[in-house]
Structures are given as C-alpha cells and as structure tokens.
C-alpha cells in the first residue's frame, strides 16, 4: 500500500520519530508491506506508540528503548527484543544499558524470560559487529 496519508500530527511526528529510532530501511519496508487489512494498525502504532509515547519529553531516547526492551523481553517479545538491540545505535543505549535492564528482567520477571533476551541481545550485537568490521575492510 504504497499511497499511506495520514496526515495528523500525531503521525507527521511519529514518523520522523519511528525512522529516528528504527531507521529509514525498517520503516520504509514496513509501509512498502502494509496492505489495506493491516493500514488502521500501521496508523496507530505510528501515532501511539511513535507520535505520542516515543515522542513524549519526559524519558529521552536511550531511556525510551532500556525500558521498551526491558518490558518486550518480560513479554517474551523476540522479534521485538531484536529490533529494538539493533535500534540502540539510533537511541544511545549502551550494551552495557541493556545487559542492566536484562538483569532487572531477570529478577522482576523471571530468569528464563532474560536469560531468552539475553541469547536474543547477543545474537544481535554479533551481527551488528560483523556488519561493523565489514564495513571497516
């Protein structure tokens, strides 16, 4: 669905917000697969999640993303978990931010969930350090 205008404030920020965080790609490639069954859902997210809690000024960036990957690995969340590690590099938030938040998971929510996120965050940054060196050849 290529031709998405929603054209609220709400979305207007969420969109430059959600491309701040998870990057030009992942968005583009999320609106290049939205189909007219799943638009309403893509709209919401865009204004909830991204135009108006990601948006808001209470938490910056790097707090935003310890805590959104906190609450997906309690949730047992993968995928989520996944994109979010990869999005620290748009937000600050350290390996060292998210192996704290994982450690909190583990005790407020259960060692397995973490220990999950943990396998998760490392498979990730694994990646991202082979993409890293690539580029560095």
Same mark, same amino acid.
């Given at each position: 669905?290529?031709?998405?205008?929603?054209?609220?404030?709400?979305?207007?920020?969420?969109?430059?917000?959600?491309?701040?965080?998870?990057?030009?790609?992942?968005?583009?490639?999320?609106?290049?697969?939205?189909?007219?069954?799943?638009?309403?859902?893509?709209?919401?997210?865009?204004?909830?999640?991204?135009?108006?809690?990601?948006?808001?000024?209470?938490?910056?960036?790097?707090?935003?993303?310890?805590?959104?990957? +906190?609450?997906?690995? $309690?949730?047992?969340?993968?995928?989520?978990? #996944?994109?979010? *590690?990869? &999005?620290?590099?748009?937000?600050? %938030?350290?390996?060292?931010?998210?192996?704290?938040?994982?450690?909190?998971?583990?005790?407020? +929510?259960?060692?397995? $969930?973490?220990?999950?996120?943990?396998?998760? #965050?490392?498979? *990730?940054? &694994?990646?991202?350090?082979?993409? %890293?060196?690539?580029?560095?050849?």
């Amino acid at each position: 669905m290529a031709d998405q205008t929603p054209n609220s404030d709400a979305y207007r920020r969420g969109m430059v917000t959600r491309r701040s965080v998870l990057g030009d790609a992942h968005v583009d490639r999320a609106q290049a697969n939205t189909t007219s069954f799943d638009a309403p859902f893509q709209k919401l997210i865009t204004e909830g999640a991204w135009g108006t809690v990601w948006s808001g000024d209470q938490f910056t960036k790097r707090e935003r993303s310890i805590v959104t990957i +906190a609450l997906l690995a $309690a949730l047992g969340q993968d995928e989520e978990v #996944a994109m979010h *590690v990869r &999005a620290t590099v748009n937000t600050g %938030a350290t390996r060292e931010d998210i192996r704290e938040a994982l450690m909190h998971v583990a005790i407020y +929510a259960g060692v397995p $969930a973490a220990n999950h996120a943990i396998k998760i #965050a490392k498979g *990730v940054y &694994a990646e991202m350090d082979q993409q %890293a060196a690539a580029k560095d050849r």
